[in-house]
Structures are given as C-alpha cells and as structure tokens.
C-alpha cells in the first residue's frame, strides 16, 4: 500500500486520461493539481467525490470517520436508485467530539465498526477518512485491517481526505480503494461469455434501469455496475468480465484502465446520453464481447435490436419536431458529454447557442465544431452574472444544467432543466433521449413562463398616480410615513439638528428652556433660537405619551 | 421535569445533528449584501450550501477559503486573505461573515489576529466589515453556530448609546432564533406594524431568503437587515429575544446599549401568544387590534376541533432544542403525550421539556424509542422520513432541512393564525392516516389468544393485514 500522496500522484499521471493525452509534455508534468480559488471556489471536496462514487453501492454500510459537519449536512441527499438493500441510505458517522480530537479517533472508529456489524451485519463497510482524523494522524487503514481480521468481514477504508483535492479526485481515489481492497477478492458463481462491467455509472433515478433491458434481450449480463445499483458481491467478481464499458470517464478511468492491464478487460469509453452515442455504445460492446470468443451472431442481433429502438426514438421524437424548431438552447454541463446531447437536441430540432467545454478534451471540442459549425460559442467557464445577462437578454430560450445553476435560469423567469446529478428524471439510452426532449417541450410550451415575464397590471397604474400626486399627497396617505417626515424637519441648521431628536430630548429630560435644549442636544440655539421656542411651546406628540 | 442524557454508543446514525459553522453561516444569510465565508476545506462550504439550495429552493451566497492540505499545515493566513479579497473584488459585499470549521480550529488558527494583519495590509478593507466567530465542527450543533454569530454581530456592529441616551419607543429589535422561517419572520413583522411599532429583525431571513425575485443578478444576499440598521439598533425601546438561543444576543445587545429585552421562549400556541400580544399592547400603548381578537377566537376553535385528533397521540419528536420546546409545548397543551423526545445539543429548556427523557442524540435512537413507546405521530426535519416509511405512521415535518416538499420557507408556526394552521395540519395528517391505515375491520375487537387486546397504536386487525 502506497501513501496517499503518491496515490494522488499516481492519479494525476494516469494514461488513460484523454485530458491528460491532449496535454503538451511540459503541461502534463504540471500535473492537475489545480489550485483552488480562495473566496470563488465551487464544488466538492475530494470526501464529497469519493462517497459520491461509491454511495451507490446498495448493501454496504458507508461509515464516516470525522466530525459531524462530513455526514450530518450531506446525507441522503442523491437520487441514485437500488434494486435491493436500503442500507446504503443509512447514515453511520463517528461524529467526533473535541475529546476524540485530542485523544485520537481510532478507539471510536474501531467501535463504531462493530457496532454496525452487530445491528445490521453487511457484507462490507466502507469507512470513510475526512480532514480532521487526517490531521490528527488517526490511521484508517490499520483500525480497518485489524477489524477485518477481528469480524472476518472486508472493512475498506477509502483514503480520501476532504482537502486533498476536488470531487474529482476523490471518484478517484474512491475507484483506487476498490482496486486495492474490492475488486478481484471474490469469484461469481458463474461465468458466461456475455459479461460485462460498466464503470463510472451510478444509476442517478434509477437511469441504469432504462438500457438494462435491451442488454437483456441481447443476453448480455451485467456482470457488475461500477457502482449504481451496486452489491457489494458483484463488484468483489467484477474481475471476470469479458469486456467493459467507461461509461463516465471523468470519474473511474483509472478503474477501466488497471483492470484491462491487471485482469485483460479491454474497455471502451462510451455514453448512453443520446440516440446515436447509445447505438455506438451497444455496438462496442457486442464487438468486444465478440473478439472475447462471444458468438458472432450478437453483432447481428444487435444491429437489430439498435435499428428498432432507432426508429422508434426517433418516431416519437418526430411530433416535438415543429413545436421546438428554432429555439435556442444554452447547454452547461460538465457531467455529461455535451456533444452528445448536443446532437440530440439538434435532431429534435433546437438550435444550440452555446455549450460549456469546461471539461471537455480537444477532441470532444472538434466534435462539437463539426456538430454546431466553426462559430460554435464554447463557453470555458462562464460567470453566473454573463449567463443570467444571457438568458434575460433573450438569447437563449432554454438553459440546461445543473443544479447549481438553477436560480440564475429561474430568477430570470426562462426555462430551464437539470441535466446533472440531482436530477429527478432519467435521461439515458433511447426511451430517456425522448423522455429529455419530451421534458424541454414541457419547459418551454409552459403557459406560466408568459405569465411570470409580464410585470403586474398596477405597476403602471401606481407609476402614474406617483407621477400626478405630489410628495405631500404620498407623505399624507401614511401616517408612519408623515411622522417620520415631520421629525425629520431641521431645526438647528448649523448643527444639523432635526426636529425629532429636540422633541425626544424635552420629552425624556422634561425640558423647559432653549438652554436646557443646548445642553442636551447639538443645537446651537442661535439662529434657531425662535424655532426651539416654537417647539417648546407645543405640547409633545401623541405617540410618545402613548408609548409611556 | 425532563432529564437530559447522551446516547454512549460510538456511532450516530442517521444523524439529527448538523454542524454549527453553517448554523453561524446562516444567521449572515439575514444580513444585506453579506457573503458568509467558512473558513475550511471546500467541501464543507458545498455541503452547506447544498443543503441550504435544497431546503429554499434559492440561490445561496456562501464561499469558502478552499483550504488544501499544504495550507492546513503552513496555516491558513494566506487563504483566508485571497478570500476576503476575492470577495471583495467580485461579490462587492456590504459584510463578509466569516465562520471558523474543524480544520481550522484543530490546526489553530488565529483568525482574530489574521483579520488585524489583513486589515493592516489592506487600507481599502478598512470600511468592509468583518465578521469572525469561532465554530468548530467538533462541537455543539447548527441552532450553537446561529447563537454565536447573531451574538458576534450585534457586539461588532451595533454602536454604543448616542450621547444623549435617547431611543425610540416606537422601534423594537427583534432576534429570531434560527428555528424561525421567512414566513414567521413576516407574519411576526405584520403584528408588530399593526401595533405601531417598527421592528428591525436580526438577522432577517425574510428579506433574503423568501423568495422574491431580484431585477438583476446579485452574488450576495438579495436582501436582509442592513448594516446601518444594525448600527443603530441602540436607539430602540425594546429588544424581543426568541427562544433561549438567544438570550445570550439580547444580554449582549443591552450591555452595549443599554436597550432592555424580554425573552420570549415560545411563540407557538394559545398561552404564549397571549404573553405576547399583552406585551405588545403594553410597550405600544395601543389595545389588541381587533383582527387579534378575531384570529385568537379562530385559534381557540381550532383546538377544539383537533383536540379530538391530536389528545393522547403518542408524540416521537425530534429537533434542535428551542423548537422542540416550543411544538412539544403546544403539543402537550393540546392533550398529546410527549413519548420521545431527541435533540442536538445542551440547553436551558431542555428540562423543561413536558417529557420524562430527552436524549441528545440522532434518528436512530427516535426511530427505536417511538417503535418501543408504540409512537403514533412523528416530528422532525426531512431526514426522518425513512424512519417514518418504516414505522407506518403519520410524519409531520418541521424544522431544517426540509428538502423533499416546497414551501420550507413559509412554513408558519408562530402568532395566533400559524398556531391554528399547525394544529389544522397535524390533525389533518392523523385523520388521514386513520382513514388509510386504521379503517375498522370486523375482527377488530374480537378478542384473541395470539395477540394482546391493548397493542399501543396497531390494532391486530392491521398487524394481520401489514
């Protein structure tokens, strides 16, 4: 077992990377070590991305070792769907206290351990190391061998320390743990030449389940689903595939790659986000699974399969054709490969005004080029001021992102649609193609939208009457608004002394005299000698008796 | 009298608790073009703000001074500079609120004197105000970081008496315990107006997080109690605290200035509203508005319409202390039974609380005290909702997070109508889940061997038909 820094390290040169492949030499050396932005950071911390990576996994017990701000602000906050147990929406956190910071975690973690095993007896616990237990040098990996051995049970500490890096790092770091502890430390029951893993796929409301039948009908298994809708047994086996798909490439690339060099799992990196991606995607699939001595025929029944769901899409994609024709549509998003989607949304008959690149390798670039034209707005990272300036000034019709984004879309009174994580509809192979097209005709041919953009009737009617009244008519229809008025009348002038403050003085002191004033006010009493008078004369307001 | 006890098992699960930076995060979301900053590791600014989106539905302003490993060992000066910085360049705040987390506070960090230093060095800082308070993560709760932060707020920002001594009767200052909602917050407002009083919340959540829609982008809150509002705060009558959370803002706010305050602890349900309306009346001058008369009739109503539907419910509850007073206070008034009871944190009313135990811990232990106490009703913020699927009865949700329904921001509880609406609603929820869950079936009372004839709140019938 290597240190984390060189894990990390390990990471930010990984060859399968096509980010990393597009890099000069000199710019590779740099590495990814980003650094973060104080004061206009966003984003997840590396704890953040290794649980996101892993929380899918349905029957293991996520334990997090830290204080309670790691667990307690974030569980059970995504929508990645399971088949089975519900165990993995359980939160388990030590919820370190002051005591265990000074005298150390590892007492507590290892009780911890036992505990769950006690209530709920998994087939794994994953334990999770954060910052704090970091700093104060609790050693997961030795409290998770000895209670492996001491409960017979695997328990895998996944070293990802909020602060190391970003979200991404820590998917990594997460797909690391699973090589070193999960992967390959269990047989199927059986093997068929129809195996396959998808990696980096984490079945987000359940979007694994809309491909999963035609793998069915094809006769390909999903030997194990790297990690949506995961159980724990499945992935231990996953060494026995035939042949795998990186579905999302950002997060487990190292995965897909070390287990093609460890187990000779050949990989491609494919998407089921858009009709043509996901005929590409089944097709490399049959393709690997053939050269790994799977029958011939599965290319052919493939194509058949491939050819059906194609026209069926596209028949029922064709009615939204002339409803969304022409409209503009801005595209920010880093999970997704935005081309993909891209062509999509161009074949439903949307124009696109712009997509985020953020993420993108130069070749994904070339292809969205090709795709849009050479005037293509790729937007690097855009502001959210330039993309609510953007949506206000009409340029774009519909915008579809993440969460995160949101606000900026809906305070601007336009549509808009998650396409990331949090999103509540699934949007993957051919019947979530349409499914994402039938959502943006929803968004856009809402009445509400006309509704909300035109201001209230008698906003103009109140401009009107401001505009024939005078500031005395306005002041005269409130009273709260009189009084303030009258207090605020200057009395000393020199001093800047107004009429309320004088009032409050003789009021609170019992004041009789202009030099009783002077002595409790900034009035100067010269020139405002006669006003003084005038107020001393008359007997203190209303309100202020009542308030006694 | 209710005893507090702490849980002595190693892990929480399904935790109840969340952490005090946050707490003290959100008490500057109340405050006009502020920018809260944690100062820690990025992911414990995402986690806040994540939480927060999904309980308003809004954008939330919240930075962080992305701390990496190599900073957390050479100390955080130099981040917390580029922060403050950052922000100031962009976000072009009024205030920035900064709150400490457990990196920063197990490595140590001086944040008191790196202000002193940031500010030295940086002349054009010298208007901005900067707000420290001190929360690690390791300890207390969120309603703990609130506390601190209105306190840290009102002993930064509020300015001594003027010179003469002189202040407002007709003004009031209004601290709101974080158990509050913008809607609260406005209703509260719409009561003090009608008795002629002008109140300034702090912090005022109703201003920035209600909901409205600004005319053009703003990167910090889009509304709140300003700056030199809060500056002049000394110059009102009165101080209204509410809930014991905020005693201690209020003690502060009158050693500064001299402003006298009443606490008020509750404001949900006959009783309390009675003290507060009477109190109202007599700092004002000025009788109950007749539209009070009227709503506090509508309320007296409502209590006898529900008590049939809320008496002797057996009441699971759980959530920070000062709201878990004051709904298992109504509650209890109203005939239900307070069976189990789960909070965050230490606190004076914990004892208080109409209950034998009230155990600081998490979901879990709710779960297993209302399965064992035979619970018929369950209060507590989103999370319980797993707890409620597997238990079978009817689940009120109050508190926060509450990010599976809308609404969260205007949920009402307080004054005389928010009382009576609550009320409507939990009886709504038992009479429902009657309806669904507890239609009697011929073998209902047909006594039998195999089963007790009293089984708490199943009867044999549905236990055959689950």
């Known amino acids: 077992m290597s240190s984390l820094a060189a894990t990390v390290k390990d990471i930010f040169s990984e060859p399968g990377c096509a980010k990393n492949g597009s890099k000069s030499e000199a710019e590779r050396k740099k590495g990814c070590t980003k650094q973060l932005q104080p004061g206009s950071a966003a984003g997840g911390c590396a704890f953040d991305g290794a649980k996101i990576a892993l929380q899918p996994f349905t029957d293991v017990a996520h334990l997090v070792h830290g204080p309670i701000a790691c667990e307690g602000n974030s569980w059970d906050n995504r929508g990645a769907a399971s088949s089975g147990s519900s165990l993995w929406r359980t939160a388990f956190t030590t919820d370190m206290s002051e005591t265990d ?4 975690g590892e007492k507590r973690l290892c009780k911890a351990i036992k505990e769950i095993i006690d209530k709920h007896d998994p087939p794994a616990i994953f334990v999770y190391q954060t910052c704090i237990p970091a700093m104060i040098g609790d050693d997961i990996n030795a409290v998770c061998k000895a209670a492996s051995q001491r409960f017979g049970k695997p328990v895998i500490p996944i070293n990802s320390p909020g602060f190391v890096g970003s979200k991404n790092l820590g998917n990594k770091l997460a797909g690391e743990a699973l090589l070193d502890y999960v992967i390959g430390t269990q047989e199927p029951d059986y093997a068929t030449p129809y195996d396959v893993n998808l ?3 984490f079945n987000l ?28 047994r499945e992935v231990a086996s996953s060494h026995r595939a035939r042949a795998a798909m990186l579905v999302c490439s950002k997060a487990m690339v190292n995965v897909a790659r070390k287990m093609e060099e460890r187990y000779g799992i050949p990989f491609f990196e494919g998407s089921f986000y858009g009709i043509q991606d996901s ?10 699974l053939v050269e790994r001595g799977a029958p011939q025929e599965l290319l052919e029944r493939t194509e058949a399969v491939i050819a059906r769901e194609e026209a069926r899409a596209w028949a029922a994609i064709e009615p939204y054709k002339p409803r969304l024709k022409g409209k503009k549509a801005l595209l920010i998003t880093g999970g997704v490969k935005s081309w993909s989607v891209v062509a999509a949304l161009q074949e439903a008959g949307l124009e696109m005004v712009g997509t985020s690149v953020k993420k993108s390798t130069r070749q994904d670039k070339e292809r969205i080029k090709l795709l849009m034209g050479q005037d293509a707005h790729m937007i690097e990272d855009m502001t959210p001021r330039e993309m609510y300036r953007m949506l206000k000034d009409a340029k774009a019709d519909i915008m579809l992102s993440g969460g995160k984004s949101q606000f900026v879309a809906l305070k601007a009174a336009m549509p808009w649609l998650d396409v990331n994580q949090e999103r509540c509809h699934a949007y993957m192979g051919y019947v979530g193609m349409v499914k994402l097209v039938e959502e943006i005709d929803k968004s856009l041919s809402n009445p509400m939208w006309e509704q909300l953009r035109r201001p209230a009737p008698w906003e103009a009617l109140a401009k009107a009457m401001m505009q024939m009244q005078s500031p005395v008519a306005a002041i005269a229809h409130d009273p709260a608004l009189a009084e303030a008025a009258r207090r605020a009348r200057k009395i000393c002038f020199c001093n800047t002394v107004d009429l309320g403050t004088i009032e409050d003085a003789i009021y609170t002191h ?9 002595d409790h006010t900034n009035a100067v009493g010269g020139c405002c000698r006669r006003r003084i008078e005038d107020v001393l004369a008359s007997s203190p307001p209303a309100g202020l008796q009542a308030a006694e | 009298m209710a005893i507090a006890t702490v849980p002595t098992k190693a892990c929480a699960v399904n935790p109840l608790k969340m952490s005090q930076p946050i707490g003290g995060a959100f008490a500057f979301m109340g405050l006009s073009g502020a920018m809260p900053l944690l100062h820690g590791s990025q992911g414990c600014t995402s986690f806040g703000l994540t939480l927060f989106v999904r309980h308003f539905k809004e954008a939330v302003p919240l930075q962080t001074t992305a701390m990496s490993e190599v900073a957390t060992v050479l100390g955080g000066y130099e981040n917390l500079e580029q922060a403050i910085l950052n922000i100031y360049n962009r976000a072009k705040p009024k205030i920035i609120g900064i709150c400490s987390t457990g990196v920063t506070e197990t490595n140590g960090d001086d944040v008191d004197a790196y202000l002193k230093l940031i500010r030295d060095k940086h002349p054009q800082l010298a208007k901005l105000p900067l707000v420290y308070v001190s929360t690690p993560d390791f300890k207390g709760a969120f309603q703990d970081g609130w506390e601190k932060a209105v306190a840290s707020i009102v002993e930064l920002l509020v300015e001594g008496p003027n010179v003469n001594g002189l202040r407002d009767p007709s003004r009031v200052n209004v601290l709101p315990g974080c158990h509050l909602t913008p809607g609260d ?3 509260l407002r719409a009561i003090l107006e009608d008795f002629g009083l002008r109140p300034s919340f702090l912090p005022d959540l109703a201003g920035s997080l209600d909901g409205h829609i600004p005319d053009d982008f703003i990167p910090t809150t889009i509304g709140g109690i300003g700056v030199a509002e809060i500056a002049n705060m000394g110059g009102a009558g009165w101080t209204i605290a509410i809930g014991w959370q905020m005693r201690r803002a209020a003690e502060v706010m009158q050693a500064r200035t001299g402003v006298p305050f009443r606490l008020f602890e509750r404001l949900c349900g006959l009783g309390p509203n009675d003290e507060f309306m009477t109190f109202l009346s007599e700092i004002s001058g000025r009788p109950v508005p007749s539209k009070y008369r009227r709503q506090r009739g509508q309320l007296t109503d409502a209590m006898l319409d529900a008590h049939f539907h809320i008496g002797g419910r057996k009441l699971a509850i759980a959530a920070e202390p000062d709201l878990l007073f004051d709904l298992s206070s109504m509650l209890h008034e109203m005939g239900a039974q307070v069976s189990a009871a789960v909070t965050t944190t230490q606190s004076a009313v914990t004892e208080r609380i109409k209950t034998e135990e009230v155990l600081i811990g998490d979901l879990e232990d709710l779960e297993e005290l209302a399965r064992t106490k035979h619970c018929d009703l369950l209060i507590t913020h989103s999370h319980g909702r797993q707890a409620a699927a597997r238990l079978k009865i009817p689940f009120y949700r109050a508190g926060f997070p509450m990010f599976d329904r809308l609404g ?8 005389y109508r928010g009382t009576r609406d609550l009320i409507f609603d939990i009886a709504n929820l038992v009479i429902a889940d009657r309806e669904e869950n507890h239609q009697p079936t011929p073998d209902r009372w047909r006594p039998s061997a195999a089963l ?3 089984s708490g709140h199943r009867s044999a019938a549905e236990r055959s038909t689950a």
């Open chain 2, 185 to 187: 917050l406005d209703e």
């Open chain 2, 408 to 415: 969260a921001g205007h949920q009402l509880s307080i004054g």
């Open chain 1, 205 to 232: 409301s359940g979007e694994l389940w809309q491909v999963k039948p035609l793998f069915e009908e094809l006769g390909i298994r999903i030997l194990s689903c790297i990690s949506g809708d995961a159980k724990y």
């Open chain 1, 510 to 518: 019992d004041l009789r005299s202009v030099e009783a004033v002077r």
């Open chain 2, 452 to 454: 007790p004839l009293v």
């Open chain 1, 199 to 201: 990696i980096g796929e």
């Open chain 1, 101 to 104: 910071i000074v005298f150390g």
């Open chain 1, 279 to 288: 005929s590409d995607s089944l097709r490399q699939i049959a393709r690997l």
